[in-house]
């Protein structure tokens, strides 16, 4: 089975510095996808970026931007110039079969 | 752009009682997942479906049943609630792409979710 593992429970930001959140994966699997989501305090699941197993080139959406290292199986979200409204939880997460399976999340906190 | 739609978005039952949660995917998706999140931990993959049939089964308890309709929503039921059973259930939707032969699941995008909370 696939495995995603966050290992920062918090992170703190201060507004307009750029933050990495860190996540590692552990699969066989020759072809993946890693999938990173944003949640707010209101709840909701936000779709922010896509890396394939098979894309040359790191992933940016915006102010996210994927640091993907295949060889050691990582894919931290880089988020640049914090904003106040960036303070949410994040979840990494890969695709297994038709599932998504979830790291633990990073609650990330953006200060003034 | 239209978003995946989930009812009711709270509900409130008792132990014992059943709930029927529904969901209606971005128009043209063809795939729906549930997932159930508990209080401070990640989602956990339920169901899906893809063209009206279950396509793959994650940690859904025997007493919950799903099903896709003709026209693409779906609805989840759960049957003899449980304490623990108290959640945030999304329902998300994706289309399915055919690469190489073989059927990969494009980005799954989550409606609000529906609290569900069991007294």
């Known amino acids: 089975a696939q495995k995603i593992t966050q290992t920062q429970p918090g992170m703190f930001v201060q507004e307009k510095e750029a933050v990495t959140l860190d996540c590692t994966y552990d699969?066989?699997?020759?072809?993946?996808?890693l999938f990173w989501y944003k949640q707010p305090s209101s709840g909701e699941m936000i779709f922010l970026i896509y890396?394939?197993?098979?894309?040359?080139q790191n992933a940016t959406e915006g102010r996210y931007s994927l640091n993907f290292q295949k060889a050691r199986k990582s894919a931290n979200l880089v988020i640049s110039a914090s904003q106040l409204g960036d303070s949410a939880m994040y979840f990494c997460a890969m695709r297994e079969g038709y599932a998504l399976n979830f790291g633990k999340g990073t609650s990330l906190l953006v200060t003034p | 752009a239209a978003g995946v739609i989930q009812s009711p978005r709270h509900l409130i039952k008792e132990k014992r009682e059943t709930a029927t949660l529904k969901c209606y995917p971005i128009p043209r998706h063809d795939t729906v997942y549930w997932y159930q999140q508990g209080p401070g931990q990640d989602p956990q993959f339920l169901i899906s479906f893809y063209e009206k049939m279950q396509s793959d089964k994650g940690s859904i308890p025997d007493r919950f049943s799903a099903q896709q309709f003709s026209d693409y929503h779906s609805e989840l039921n759960m049957s003899s609630l449980e304490l623990g059973d108290s959640a945030l259930y999304f329902c998300?939707?994706?289309?399915?792409?055919?690469?190489?032969?073989?059927?990969?699941?494009?980005?799954?995008?989550f409606g609000p979710g529906t609290r569900l909370t069991v007294l």
């Open positions: 890396q394939g197993s098979y894309d040359e």
């Open positions: 998300a939707s994706s289309l399915v792409n055919l690469a190489g032969g073989i059927l990969i699941t494009d980005t799954q995008y």
């Open positions: 699969t066989s699997d020759q072809s993946y996808g």
